[in-house]
């Protein structure tokens, strides 16, 4: 899009819960999972979603089910949770050049912006409320996207809430209208430096090849993000 183009700021007042016909299960985890880093630590929990054979997008419910959540499953698992705590259901969408994109559940704390976010790669997980913009908290992902082929062009900050009456909350289908307004909303260019991006990825597939995982703990400002799943944290 162009940069000259003007995008609405996200909102960021507190959402009124939607009545919802939750289950025992559901409700269950809803009174247990108040806060982000509680919804973080759930996500970590869950083993990532990588069925063959039959792509997904569930819904909260489907989830909470399955027992396993994907990236933009997890986004939404976590807008659901929250935004039965007035946090508004807000969602940050990674474009990159590979087109293998990435989507993280985001909110406006009382110190700043933070997330939170499930992923096979351990660098693309939640952050800490300590940025000051959706931007600030965007551009901490850059150097920790970069992989073998992909690297962040975009992002966009998007309320669930445009939806209307579609139900992404708790629909029993695979929720592909919300891949579909995700992929067509207008995302903001993120500018980086191309020597950067080649030191990075000459970096990462060097580690690659020598340990046969993905690396976490080369990557700057760790401070900011949150606990990382604990399969992650053994192969430190």
């Known amino acids: 899009m162009p940069t000259s183009q003007r995008l609405p700021l996200p909102r960021t007042d507190a959402a009124t819960p939607p009545r919802l016909p939750f289950t025992a299960a559901e409700q269950r985890i809803l009174d247990r999972l108040r806060s982000p880093?509680?919804?973080?630590?759930?996500?970590n929990a869950l083993p990532y979603n990588t069925e063959k054979g039959a792509e997904t997008l569930r819904s909260f419910r489907g989830v909470v089910r399955?027992?396993?959540a994907h990236c933009l499953e997890a986004a939404l698992a976590a807008a659901v949770?929250?935004?039965?705590?007035?946090?508004?259901?807000?969602?940050?969408s990674f474009e990159s050049i590979d087109l293998l994109d990435h989507v993280i559940f985001v909110y406006r704390g009382a110190h700043g912006w933070g997330s939170v976010a499930r992923s096979r790669d351990p660098g693309l997980h939640g952050r800490k409320p300590v940025f000051a913009t959706p931007r600030a908290l965007a551009?901490?992902?850059v150097d920790p996207y970069i992989d073998f082929t992909g690297r962040v062009k975009a992002y966009a900050v998007v309320d669930l809430r445009v939806l209307g009456t579609y139900d992404w909350r708790l629909s029993e289908t695979n929720l592909w209208r919300v891949e579909r307004l995700l992929l067509d909303w207008p995302h903001r260019r993120i500018r980086s430096s191309d020597r950067r991006a080649d030191w990075w990825r000459a970096r990462y597939r060097a580690f690659r090849e020598a340990h046969g995982y993905k690396p976490w703990k080369c990557y700057?400002?760790?401070d900011r993000w949150t606990e990382l799943p604990a399969d992650v944290r053994r192969r430190g």
């Open 37 to 43: 880093i509680a919804v973080q630590r759930w996500l």
């Open 66 to 68: 399955r027992g396993t």
């Open 81 to 92: 949770i929250l935004e039965q705590h007035r946090y508004p259901p807000l969602v940050l």
């Open 139 to 141: 551009l901490s992902y």
């Open 220 to 222: 700057p400002r760790r």
